[in-house]
């Protein structure tokens, strides 16, 4: 009796979908789509981009205001101090913000996460490939900002050479960080109905504890 022949190893069951390089081409080809995709919706970006700017802006304008009307200090810091503060709070804002809490709720809803968990790779992937690209494209035009905002407001940078150095590996840190634990809140949607109110709580903590408000 001839033994049956085993039916041969979809990608997603022998490992190769999961493998580093199959991981790597992944990447760089949904980097590829999300490029033409963010491009292709240049005025959302630029919203988010707006608001991104906007909230470190006005703390800048009104801390940077209190410091000059106290005598050029206020808490210790100086206007110029002030401003570096909140300057150098807009670009990490933009490097580790992340949206995908928000949308958790509807992905779910509305039944859009369900084949997500089917194909071959955790969608996790795709959310930080998104992330990654909108970052990318939106910094492209916050470094301009933030040096014309550091030239209009005398901000007065006191960086030494480690502070640099360890800027990278902090930031990167930081930003897988803040988006595993925003993607790991955003899975609440599959046992409550309501998630806005959740992710509004975990934001108004984040601003006053992350220092977005005051330093």
Excluded at 48 to 60: E, K, R
Excluded at 135 to 155: E, G, N
Aim: charged share 10%; with cysteine.
């Amino acid at each position: 009796m001839a033994t049956p022949r085993p039916a041969p190893a979809s990608p997603s069951t022998s490992g190769h979908a999961f493998s580093p390089r199959a991981l790597l081409e992944f990447y760089a080809a949904k980097f590829r789509t999300e490029i033409a995709v963010q491009f292709a919706y240049r005025g959302g970006i630029a919203i988010w981009l707006l608001g991104l700017v906007m909230a470190p802006l006005i703390s800048l304008v009104v801390w940077t205001t209190v410091a000059r009307e106290n005598g050029g200090s206020a808490g210790g810091f100086s206007a110029g101090e002030y401003a570096a503060y909140f300057l150098a709070v807009m670009l990490v804002n933009n490097l580790t913000f992340t949206w995908v809490m928000y949308e958790m709720e509807w992905r779910v809803k509305n039944g859009l996460f369900s084949p997500m968990l089917l194909r071959p790779m955790h969608p996790i992937h795709n959310d930080v490939v998104q992330n990654l690209t909108f970052k990318l494209l939106t910094l492209v035009a916050l470094l301009p900002i933030a040096a014309a905002l550091a030239l209009a407001f005398d901000a007065e940078f006191e960086t030494g050479a480690w502070d640099v150095l360890a800027f990278g590996p902090v930031i990167i840190g930081a930003m897988a960080l803040r988006f595993l634990c925003e993607w790991t809140i955003g899975l609440a949607a599959f046992w409550i109905t309501r998630t806005s109110t959740l992710n509004t709580l975990y934001g108004t903590v984040v601003a006053f504890l992350a220092g977005l408000i005051a330093p």
